[in-house]
């Protein structure tokens, strides 16, 4: 429902439909594009599409992608900031089949534990290569700092302690959802992680709520829909106590799997 594709010389990457914003995705492989690089990349964005080998022109879309925002402050170091806006060449009309979500607004609340949905067309992807769907937790950002000790306020984790669900690489840029009654609303975008699905290294996200005043100040017509989530009770991760898990040990922290810039695409 807001999952979209970018293409890139026959190499595709998960993304996401967000109000008139796509999320779209490259990863940072040996080449290391980053900031001004950006902009020599040649994408198209695939939207109403649910099964990579099997295109259905009644619902499909593709547009284009005219121009790219890179958030100033992105950190090739720390993965911090890791947005960036970009303007399709067209407008997408919604359908049945492309539809929005909610963005979190500034201020929302995340708690440690809240029920998240990630999707995505990464790895590994079982033929015939459809959509997958994973439910995580929150971690909270004490809790994850202490695992992972590269967190930083505008990055929000999730994952199953113990390991086992994930999302893997392919995945980046893709949207971790969360439900307030009837309403989905996007809390972050896939970023980076430590390997898939290992135990005590949950997956990092890109948190949407601490970027709505830079979004819309760089959008002037059809601004998105932010809504403030607002998890219910004391948030256990305010009470969290770090105590290292057995067999950590601080080179972990380097070992970078996935590196991607996530970028919300916007239609004129």
Same mark, same amino acid.
């Given at each position: 429902m807001?999952l979209c $594709?970018?293409?890139?010389?026959n190499?595709?990457?998960?993304?996401?439909l967000t109000?008139?914003? &796509?999320? &779209?995705?490259? %990863? *940072?492989?040996?080449?290391q594009?980053?900031g001004?690089d950006c902009?020599?990349?040649?994408?198209r964005?695939?939207l109403?599409?649910?099964?990579? %080998?099997?295109? /259905?022109?009644k619902?499909?879309v #593709?547009r284009?992608i005219?121009? *790219?925002i890179?958030h100033?402050?992105?950190s @090739?170091?720390?993965i911090?900031? /890791? *947005? &960036?806006l970009l303007?399709?060449?067209?407008p997408? #009309?919604?359908?049945?089949?492309? =539809?929005?979500?909610?963005?979190?607004?500034?201020?929302?609340?995340?708690?440690?534990?809240?029920? $998240?949905w990630v999707t995505?067309?990464?790895?590994p992807?079982p033929r015939p290569?459809?959509l @997958?769907e994973?439910?995580?937790?929150v971690?909270?950002? %004490?809790?994850?700092? +202490?695992?992972?000790r590269?967190v930083t /306020?505008n990055?929000?984790?999730?994952?199953?302690?113990?390991?086992?669900?994930d999302? +893997?690489?392919? /995945?980046s840029?893709?949207?971790?959802?969360s439900? @307030?009654r009837?309403?989905w609303i996007q809390?972050?975008?896939v970023?980076?992680?430590f390997g898939?699905a290992?135990? !005590?290294?949950?997956?990092v996200?890109?948190?949407?709520? %601490?970027y709505?005043s830079w979004i819309?100040?760089? *959008?002037?017509?059809?601004?998105?829909?932010?809504? #403030?989530?607002?998890?219910r009770? #004391?948030?256990?991760?305010?009470?969290f106590?770090? @105590?290292a898990?057995?067999g950590?040990h601080?080179t972990? &922290?380097?070992?970078?799997?996935t590196? $991607? !810039?996530?970028v919300f +695409?916007l239609? =004129?």
């Amino acid at each position: 429902m807001w999952l979209c $594709s970018s293409k890139s010389q026959n190499s595709w990457r998960s993304g996401c439909l967000t109000w008139k914003l &796509a999320l &779209a995705v490259w %990863r *940072i492989p040996d080449q290391q594009k980053v900031g001004s690089d950006c902009s020599s990349l040649h994408r198209r964005v695939i939207l109403g599409q649910q099964n990579q %080998r099997d295109r /259905d022109t009644k619902t499909v879309v #593709e547009r284009n992608i005219g121009k *790219i925002i890179v958030h100033p402050k992105f950190s @090739q170091t720390t993965i911090d900031n /890791d *947005i &960036a806006l970009l303007r399709l060449s067209s407008p997408v #009309e919604f359908t049945d089949y492309i =539809r929005p979500v909610c963005l979190a607004a500034s201020g929302s609340r995340f708690n440690n534990g809240t029920d $998240s949905w990630v999707t995505g067309w990464g790895n590994p992807l079982p033929r015939p290569q459809t959509l @997958q769907e994973v439910k995580v937790p929150v971690i909270g950002n %004490r809790q994850c700092s +202490c695992l992972l000790r590269t967190v930083t /306020d505008n990055m929000i984790c999730a994952g199953v302690l113990s390991g086992g669900k994930d999302s +893997c690489e392919g /995945d980046s840029g893709g949207p971790m959802v969360s439900k @307030q009654r009837s309403r989905w609303i996007q809390s972050g975008v896939v970023s980076f992680g430590f390997g898939c699905a290992q135990p !005590n290294l949950p997956g990092v996200y890109t948190r949407v709520s %601490r970027y709505q005043s830079w979004i819309k100040a760089r *959008i002037r017509f059809n601004k998105p829909g932010f809504v #403030e989530f607002t998890s219910r009770g #004391e948030d256990p991760d305010s009470s969290f106590t770090c @105590q290292a898990p057995p067999g950590y040990h601080k080179t972990t &922290a380097k070992s970078y799997q996935t590196l $991607s !810039n996530i970028v919300f +695409c916007l239609v =004129r």
